[in-house]
């Protein structure tokens, strides 16, 4: 199983940009889903965005797409990023790596078999 690290959290202002990186260790094949979801105190855990590793393929929910961007981290070859733009106050929230060995694009957080611990992003008014 693979262990799945966050980064890169932090306060920004509304408007403002954040870059989150998840670190991988393990053995990640290409069969590999890697996803990024959030949870807001009070909320359930929301998907934001997926890739498959193998061919970088990606997936995003409609409340992130063209504002939030999955990529590889190709340096490493060992870990995610998502470069959050435009943030809002409603994307104050703890922020997830996660990962699944699926075909498909899996969206619900009992999907995904590992975790992160989460890194906290608030945006300020």
């Known amino acids: 199983q693979v262990q799945l690290a966050e980064s890169g959290g932090g306060l920004v202002q509304d408007g403002g940009s954040l870059r989150l990186a998840c670190a991988a260790s393990g053995r990640i094949i290409s069969t590999y889903t890697m996803a990024w979801f959030r949870q807001a105190p009070g909320k359930e855990r929301e998907f934001l965005a997926a890739i498959k590793w193998g061919v970088g393929s990606t997936y995003y929910s409609d409340s992130v797409k063209g504002r939030f961007t999955i990529t590889r981290d190709n340096a490493k070859n060992t870990g995610v990023n998502l470069q959050m733009n435009s943030l809002e106050p409603e994307d104050t929230a703890v922020y997830y790596c996660?990962?699944?060995?699926?075909?498909?694009?899996?969206?619900?957080?009992?999907?995904?078999?590992?975790w992160g611990q989460g890194t906290q992003v608030t945006v300020s008014s």
């Open positions: 996660a990962a699944a060995i699926r075909a498909d694009w899996p969206t619900r957080a009992r999907d995904y078999a590992s």
